[in-house]
């Protein structure tokens, strides 16, 4: 996404890089904010949404009773009947164990935003909300950050002071690259995870030619593809002539917004990128949810875990 020139933002240092004590100090307060919104969300019953739509890999045997009228005949274990010489009926619960990976978009483009927050930020809330409706189910939670690279990668695992961990690093990690590479994203997600997992994919998709990597990827885990964007990605306003600067490659160019040709053809290609994009999810059978960085994002995710639990009754 291109946006004003001005002062750049702080050069990215190595994966990890320092950071002074103001800026720690301002992450700790966000870490802390985000937290306190994400378990009240949690709290409010969005736990029990993702509860609903997620399932664990099976069933695991629990234990045998008596026989009761109204059971499931179906259920009655005929060996241990046999043994005792009544009907006894096998109990099993839910495997719940799932493994999450929340893979993020770290690159330049992310840092953008004209409404309540920076495309950045409305994706650390999400994955907060994310990590901490998973936790409460006891599931494990990894965080894969990635540019044109993977910057960063958290093995997934249990409890609330991993969840805090992981939203940290979010919000304080400085990457190493400003661009972006989906397909080398999700192919690094093929290597990470042996293992069928829940990947939340998060990123304002602002790329090509990863269709391919993403159905391959849609075959092997349960992705879901979170996209984030801000409204003046294609509607931009009369400001006359403007020095733009690309948030991913730094090139910088004069453009004349007063111009209603100029912000037509914005708002032209920005809604014919959406359409493409909505469609190789949909090829790919890839769950879209898409996020503004100037509505809750509550609603959105709600619609879509009704909308599946729909599908998964039918």
Known sequence: ?????????????????????LDLRAILKKVRRIEITARRKVNEGMAGQYHSVFKGRGVEFLEVRD???????????WNVSARMGHPYVKLNVEERELT??????????????TGRQMKSELAAEVCALVAFS??????????MLFSDQVERYIPPARGSAHGLWIIREMLAFRPASRRTGLAAALEAVGRLLRRRA??????????????????IAARRH???????SDPREGDWPDCGLVEMEDAESGRRFLVDSSSPAVR???????????????????????????????????????AFFHQRARRMSA
Not at 222 to 228: F, T, W
């Open 1 to 21: 996404m291109s946006r004003p020139a001005g002062r750049k933002p702080a050069a990215a240092g190595a994966a990890g890089g320092a950071i002074d004590r």
């Open 67 to 77: 026989y009761q009228p109204g059971d499931d005949v179906r259920s009655i274990d």
């Open 100 to 113: 999450v990976l929340l893979a993020v978009d770290v690159s330049g483009s992310q840092a953008f935003g």
């Open 134 to 143: 998973a936790i409460r189910n006891n599931d494990r939670v990894g965080l």
């Open 198 to 215: 829940v990947v939340f994919l998060v990123s304002d998709f602002r790329d090509r030619g990863f269709d391919r990597s993403l159905r």
């Open 222 to 228: 349960d992705l879901i593809a979170l996209s984030v």
């Open 264 to 302: 037509a053809l914005v708002a032209r290609m920005e809604a014919e990128r959406q359409s493409e994009l909505k469609q190789m999810f949909r090829r790919a059978g890839v769950d879209h949810v898409p996020l503004r960085t100037d509505e809750p994002y509550e609603k959105p995710l709600l």
